[in-house]
C-alpha cells in the first residue's frame, strides 16, 4: 500500500513541485538542486527515489532465480544514485564534484534501466504464459527508453523535462510491473 501511495501520487506530485517554475527544456533537476533554496528539496527527491527503488527492486528480484548480476547492478545503481544526491552540483566552485555528480547521476540511470530490462526479459522466458503477460511491459520499457532519447535529442540536454518523464513514467511502469508479476507468479509470493 505505501509504495502504490509513493509510485502514483508521492513522486509525481513531489517531482512537478520541484520542478514548478522552471524552463524545463533549459535546466535540469542538478542545477535546480543547486539552488540554495532548492538543494534540501533535491536532496529529499533522491532519498525518495532512492527508497522506493530499492524496494521494488527487491520484490522484483525475489522473482528471479540466480539474480546475482540483477542484484549487483541494483546495488550500484543505488549507489550511484546516493552518490550523485550527496554530491553537489557546484561547476563554478567544485569542478570536480560537478563531474561526479553528473557521472553518478547519469550512471543511476541506466543502470536501474538496465537492471529493469534484464528482469522483465528474464521473467519473459520463464514459461510461455509469462512472455504474454509481460509482453506489453517489454514494449513500455522501449517506448520509455525511446521517449527519454527524444527529449534529449529535443533539448540537447540532459533536461528537466527528461529526468521529469523518466521519473514518472519509469516509477508508474515498475509499480504496474510489479503487480502484474504478483498475478502471473502467484506462488513467488
Request: hydrophobic share 55%; with cysteine.
Given at each position: 500500500?505505501?509504495?502504490?501511495?509513493?509510485?502514483?501520487?508521492?513522486?509525481?506530485?513531489?517531482?512537478?513541485?520541484?520542478?514548478?517554475?522552471?524552463?524545463?527544456?533549459?535546466?535540469?533537476?542538478?542545477?535546480?538542486?543547486?539552488?540554495?533554496?532548492?538543494?534540501?528539496?533535491?536532496?529529499f527527491l533522491g532519498l525518495l527515489l532512492l527508497a522506493y527503488y530499492c524496494g521494488a527492486l527487491r520484490r522484483l528480484l525475489r522473482y528471479l532465480p540466480r539474480r546475482r548480476l540483477e542484484t549487483g547492478m541494483a546495488g550500484m545503481a543505488a549507489f550511484c544514485l546516493f552518490l550523485?544526491?550527496?554530491?553537489?552540483?557546484?561547476?563554478?566552485?567544485?569542478?570536480?564534484?560537478?563531474?561526479?555528480?553528473?557521472?553518478?547521476?547519469?550512471?543511476?540511470?541506466?543502470?536501474?534501466?538496465?537492471?529493469?530490462?534484464?528482469?522483465?526479459?528474464?521473467?519473459?522466458?520463464?514459461?510461455?504464459?509469462?512472455?504474454?503477460?509481460?509482453?506489453?511491459?517489454?514494449?513500455?520499457?522501449?517506448?520509455?527508453?525511446?521517449?527519454?532519447?527524444?527529449?534529449?535529442?529535443?533539448?540537447?540536454?540532459?533536461?528537466?523535462?527528461?529526468?521529469?518523464?523518466?521519473?514518472?513514467?519509469?516509477?508508474?511502469?515498475?509499480?504496474?510491473?510489479?503487480?502484474?508479476?504478483?498475478?502471473?507468479?502467484?506462488?513467488?509470493?
Amino acid at each position: 500500500m505505501i509504495s502504490v501511495f509513493t509510485a502514483y501520487l508521492l513522486i509525481p506530485l513531489y517531482t512537478l513541485l520541484f520542478v514548478y517554475g522552471t524552463d524545463w527544456f533549459s535546466t535540469n533537476l542538478s542545477v535546480i538542486g543547486s539552488w540554495p533554496e532548492m538543494r534540501d528539496g533535491f536532496v529529499f527527491l533522491g532519498l525518495l527515489l532512492l527508497a522506493y527503488y530499492c524496494g521494488a527492486l527487491r520484490r522484483l528480484l525475489r522473482y528471479l532465480p540466480r539474480r546475482r548480476l540483477e542484484t549487483g547492478m541494483a546495488g550500484m545503481a543505488a549507489f550511484c544514485l546516493f552518490l550523485a544526491v550527496a554530491t553537489p552540483y557546484l561547476p563554478k566552485t567544485v569542478p570536480l564534484q560537478a563531474r561526479l555528480h553528473v557521472v553518478s547521476a547519469f550512471a543511476s540511470a541506466v543502470l536501474l534501466l538496465a537492471v529493469l530490462y534484464r528482469v522483465v526479459w528474464r521473467l519473459s522466458d520463464r514459461s510461455e504464459a509469462a512472455g504474454r503477460g509481460l509482453r506489453l511491459y517489454r514494449i513500455g520499457l522501449i517506448l520509455v527508453t525511446a521517449g527519454c532519447a527524444l527529449l534529449f535529442w529535443l533539448a540537447g540536454i540532459i533536461s528537466s523535462a527528461l529526468e521529469v518523464f523518466f521519473i514518472l513514467s519509469l516509477t508508474v511502469w515498475t509499480q504496474k510491473l510489479s503487480g502484474r508479476i504478483r498475478c502471473i507468479f502467484p506462488e513467488s509470493d
